[in-house]
């Protein structure tokens, strides 16, 4: 059975630094690229990072670029989000997903196959 956990979030403050986990404890998906998205209170999901299935790609949205660190480690089925410099427009809900395929250059949401339950990060000002 296909799960994905999400894990660390929690509440900070502006300027702090968070790393979220996604693990894979159903399957492997070693061969498949991986994306973090979010969604903020009235908003849609949005595109935040992805990595490749052997972690050589990377790809983030311009918000993200400069503060944000996507990772993966395919021995443990785990895949990182080193978040810096957070600022309260970061509030969301992280959702980890799995891609349909190894290498992925556009990440509407559609491309994904699986998603975890999310995990909440607060920044507080």
């Given at each position: 059975?296909?799960?994905?956990?999400?894990?660390?979030?929690?509440?900070?403050?502006?300027?702090?630094?968070?790393?979220?986990?996604c693990a894979?404890?159903?399957?492997?998906?070693?061969?498949?690229?991986?994306?973090?998205?979010r969604q903020?209170?009235?908003?849609?999901?949005?595109?935040?990072?992805?990595?490749?299935?052997?972690?050589?790609?990377?790809?983030?949205?311009?918000?993200?670029?400069?503060?944000?660190?996507?990772?993966?480690?395919?021995?443990?089925?785990?895949?990182?989000?080193?978040?810096?410099?957070?600022?309260?427009?970061?509030?969301?809900?992280?959702?980890?997903?799995?891609?349909?395929?190894?290498?992925?250059?556009?990440?509407?949401?559609?491309?994904?196959?699986?998603?975890?339950?999310?995990?909440?990060?607060?920044?507080?000002?």
């Open positions: 059975q296909v799960q994905l956990v999400e894990s660390g979030g929690g509440l900070v403050q502006a300027g702090d630094s968070l790393r979220l986990s894979d404890s159903g399957r492997t998906f070693s061969s498949r690229a991986m994306g973090w998205f903020s209170l009235g908003k849609t999901r949005e595109f935040v990072a992805g990595v490749s299935w052997n972690g050589l790609r990377l790809y983030y949205a311009d918000f993200a670029k400069g503060r944000l660190t996507i990772s993966r480690d395919n021995a443990k089925n785990t895949v990182y989000l080193q978040m810096n410099s957070l600022k309260p427009e970061d509030t969301a809900v992280y959702y980890c997903g799995v891609a349909r395929y190894g290498i992925v250059s556009s990440w509407p949401e559609n491309v994904m196959d699986y998603w975890g339950k999310g995990t909440l990060v607060t920044v507080s000002s």
